[in-house]
């Protein structure tokens, strides 16, 4: 199973499920790579024009996932513009985003330079850090194509979903902590992650997958706001109900819905840190 407070067994069991879907061999999963070769990814050439707010992206997904440890010194801007391939003026927009997000110190003198500070990871720190190289625009894509797949997985999971699979969902949903807000999202993660396993559809289940590793983080924020994690929890409970009824276009309803309430939860809050930001 995925989220909750699965045992060993249980996750396990959810591995074996999900592997036999997509037709991939069952393999331990391996620790976060923080080598050279992480490293160097973090620090490729960017694609494109090179937006000073892809630099402050690239930074802050390596903070974040520790592949740069706190108190680790970052290169100087100069250095920095040459790997990315960006002019320097862009590389120091990048770093004085992610300055100001909290995640980064810059110390002058001769052993003076930018360094990764210890990261508490309160919601502010994090909610800046990742919505700062996003616009409104593509915040609002993101939750229209999250939308799209996992409607489209609810729906094929309502029609094909026997009896038994219908009460394990159920069983799942009411086991599943959405009251604390650390597991609130980790968990409806795995709610979207059951429905498109339930599809029977690999490619729905690989992209969903795809889409939490790449957008999930972010849009799971909104469950840190606990008036949302209550609104979600009532809008699972109807979605069970409808699978279980075989009614797919309720349920696709349903889960549009939810992707809506946490992505415009998550354009309050860019809206939010825009206005506050500093003006030049």
Same mark, same amino acid.
């Given at each position: 199973?995925?989220?909750?407070?699965?045992?060993?067994?249980?996750?396990?069991?959810?591995?074996?499920?999900?592997?036999?879907?997509?037709?991939?061999?069952?393999?331990?999963?391996?620790?976060?790579?923080?080598?050279?070769?992480? /490293? +160097?990814?973090? $620090?490729?050439?960017?694609?494109? %024009?090179?937006?000073?707010?892809?630099?402050? =992206?690239?930074?802050?997904?390596? @903070?974040?996932?520790?592949?740069? =440890?706190?108190?680790?010194?970052?290169?100087?801007?100069?250095?920095?513009?040459?790997?990315?391939?960006?002019?320097?003026?862009?590389?120091?927009?990048?770093? !004085?985003? @992610?300055?100001?997000?909290?995640?980064?110190?810059?110390?002058?003198?001769?052993?003076?330079?930018? $360094?990764?500070?210890?990261?508490?990871?309160?919601?502010?720190? &994090?909610?800046?850090?990742?919505?700062?190289?996003?616009?409104?625009?593509?915040?609002?894509?993101?939750?229209?194509? $999250?939308?799209?797949?996992?409607?489209?997985?609810?729906?094929? %999971? %309502?029609?094909?979903?026997?009896?038994?699979?219908?009460?394990?969902?159920?069983?799942?949903? +009411?086991?599943?902590?959405? &009251?604390?807000?650390?597991?609130?999202?980790?968990?409806?993660?795995?709610?979207?992650?059951?429905?498109?396993?339930? !599809? =029977?559809?690999?490619?729905?289940?690989?992209?969903?997958? /795809?889409? =939490?590793?790449? $957008?999930?983080?972010?849009?799971?924020?909104?469950?840190?706001?606990?008036?949302?994690?209550?609104?979600?929890?009532?809008?699972?409970?109807?979605?069970?109900? +409808?699978?279980?009824?075989?009614?797919?276009?309720?349920?696709?309803?349903?889960?549009?819905?939810?992707?809506?309430?946490? +992505?415009?939860?998550?354009?309050? %809050?860019?809206?939010?840190?825009?206005?506050?930001?500093?003006?030049?």
């Amino acid at each position: 199973m995925f989220g909750q407070n699965a045992s060993p067994s249980m996750s396990s069991r959810w591995v074996v499920r999900v592997a036999k879907v997509c037709c991939m061999k069952v393999t331990a999963p391996e620790a976060p790579v923080r080598g050279r070769g992480a /490293r +160097a990814a973090v $620090f490729a050439q960017l694609d494109g %024009a090179g937006r000073s707010e892809q630099v402050a =992206q690239r930074l802050t997904d390596a @903070i974040l996932l520790g592949v740069l =440890q706190a108190g680790e010194k970052l290169p100087s801007e100069a250095e920095m513009a040459r790997r990315f391939g960006v002019a320097v003026v862009t590389a120091r927009e990048g770093l !004085s985003a @992610i300055r100001d997000a909290g995640l980064v110190e810059t110390r002058r003198g001769r052993e003076g330079g930018s $360094f990764v500070l210890a990261s508490h990871r309160t919601p502010e720190v &994090i909610l800046r850090a990742r919505l700062h190289g996003l616009s409104q625009v593509e915040i609002a894509d993101v939750g229209a194509y $999250f939308g799209a797949v996992t409607a489209g997985s609810v729906e094929r %999971a %309502a029609e094909l979903a026997s009896d038994d699979e219908a009460q394990r969902l159920a069983a799942w949903l +009411a086991g599943a902590d959405f &009251i604390s807000e650390h597991n609130a999202g980790r968990n409806q993660g795995g709610f979207f992650l059951e429905l498109a396993v339930i !599809s =029977q559809s690999p490619r729905l289940v690989r992209e969903q997958i /795809r889409l =939490q590793a790449e $957008f999930g983080q972010l849009l799971w924020l909104g469950m840190s706001d606990a008036a949302v994690r209550d609104r979600v929890a009532v809008l699972n409970r109807r979605v069970v109900d +409808a699978v279980a009824s075989r009614d797919g276009q309720t349920a696709r309803t349903l889960v549009r819905t939810e992707v809506g309430e946490l +992505a415009g939860w998550l354009l309050a %809050a860019k809206e939010h840190i825009e206005l506050r930001r500093p003006r030049p």
